[in-house]
C-alpha cells in the first residue's frame, strides 16, 4: 500500500516538475538555469507534456496574444473545452474533449503520436529551442511517439506487475489528475480567480496555485513571465519554487531569476 502512494505522488512530483520547472520556468521564460546532464534529464522526464519545441513556441504564443485574437488556448476566445484541452487535437465538441480529458493512459497514446505533428504554428518562436541539438533530435516525430510509447510499456506494465488491476487504475487516475491540473492552468487559470494583471484575464487561483506547483498565481505569472517564484500574496506557496530552491542547494539549479 505505502508503495502504490508513493508510486502515485511520484506521478504527480514528475507532471508538475515536467511542465512547471522545466517547460515553463527553464524553457519558455529562462528563470531558472541547471546543470547540463540535469537539463536532459528533465526534458526526457518532460515528454508527456509535448515536446520542448512545440510547448516553449506554443506557450510564447500564448504570452503574446493572451486572450486575444491570436491567443492559441484562451477560454474567452475559444471556449473553455477548446482552452482545457481541445486545442491539442483540434476539437471544440465538449464531449470528445471530455472523453480526452480523462483517457489517462490512452490519451498519452494518442498524445504519443499527435502532440510531435500537430500544433507546430508557432516553432518559430522557440528558435532558441530549436537550436539545441539535444531538444531538436527529441522533438522529432519518430523518435518523440518511440519514447511516449517506451513510457507507457514502463507505466502501465510496472504498475500491473506490482499491483495488478488496482495499479493500472492508480496509473490512469494520476495520469488524468496531472493532465488536468496542467490543462486547469489554460482554462481555470484564465476564468476563475482575481486579476492583478490589466492587460489579460488570467487570474490568481487559490486551489490551482495548490495543486498546480504554484501555477495557479496565473495573473501574477502574465504580469512577471520571467520571475523564478511565482507567488500573488506573501503567504502564498509556490510548490515549484520550492523544488527549484531545493535543487539549487544540491547543487543541480546553478541560476534563479
Ligand atoms: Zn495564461
Ligand atoms: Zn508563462
Redesign the pocket.
Known sequence: MIGLILYAVAIYIIGGVAASITYHRMLTHRSIEVIPWFRKLLIILSLPAGTPIQWVGTHRQ?HRY?DKLGDPHSPHIHGFWYAHCGWYIGQKNSLVCFIYAIAGPVRMWIDSWWRPRTNQHYNHLAKDIQKDPFCKWISQPLVYTCIMHMYLLILVGFSYYLWGAVGIGVTWLMLVLVYNIGDGV?SF??LFGTNTHPHSE?KNNRILRYIAFGEGA?SYH?KHPHHTEIKDTDDSIDLGYLCIIFLKRIGLVLKTN
Open positions: 500564448h493572451t489554460n487559470g484564465h488570467a496565473h502574465h
